[in-house]
């Protein structure tokens, strides 16, 4: 669904509609590489792989429909990877549980997902995760289901984009690169 440009710019943070009008107006906003124009359409930015609001880390933000799609369903199996902080110690019948695919309160089974310690604290222990599917809250309810309390979610990775060092609430382009990459695989 198409939107006016300074009303999808508003509704994500860069200002009034008006102070976004004036964005369009001083030539300062591209849509797909070329100057918008006051009253341009574009269509909804669509966020690949929703976080819930306990989680932090990388979301990709496109308008790309089929990319999107692509990305998150069940069907294509790219891989996110997280880093998940539970409580305690994981013993080794709690990892194989997330290794061999677990079933959770819906009754449902997940994919296998690839599981291994990254490091241990005095009262928790970090995890490094990688899903090949993406259900509501997932990584949450496997902890739940295999009595493993999850305390902490980073995403650190969607399919061949990785989060690296760019900080808390900042975003950035993708290369020209990674959108080649991204839609080599997809």
């Known amino acids: 669904m198409e ?3 300074q009303k999808i710019l508003a509704r994500a943070g860069y200002g009034s509609r008006r102070a976004c009008e004036e964005l369009i107006v001083d030539r300062r906003v ?17 966020d690949e792989g929703r976080l819930d609001v306990d989680s932090e880390g990388l979301i ?7 990319l999107t799609n692509r990305l ?8 996110k990877e997280y880093r998940v902080q539970v409580a305690g110690s994981p013993t080794q019948a709690q990892l194989t549980a997330w290794q061999d695919g677990i079933t959770l309160d819906d009754g449902q089974h ?4 690839d599981v291994r310690i990254e490091s ?3 009262k928790s222990t970090w995890l490094r995760v990688i899903l090949r599917e993406g259900r509501n809250r997932q990584i ?13 979610i980073i995403r650190v990775r969607i399919a061949n ?4 060092d760019l900080p808390t609430r900042k975003w950035r382009y993708l290369t020209s690169k990674e959108i080649k990459d991204l839609k080599n695989i997809t």
């Open 30 to 46: 591209k849509v797909n590489g070329t100057i918008a124009t006051l009253g341009m359409k574009a269509d909804r930015e669509k």
């Open 3 to 5: 939107d006016r440009l």
């Open 110 to 113: 997940t994919l296998p997902a």
């Open 72 to 79: 998150t369903h069940p069907k294509y199996k790219h891989e």
């Open 140 to 152: 949450r309810r496997m902890g739940a289901s295999s009595n493993l309390p999850v305390q902490r």
């Open 161 to 164: 984009l990785r989060l690296n």
């Open 60 to 66: 990709l933000m496109t308008n790309d429909g089929e």
């Open 120 to 122: 241990q604290e005095k």
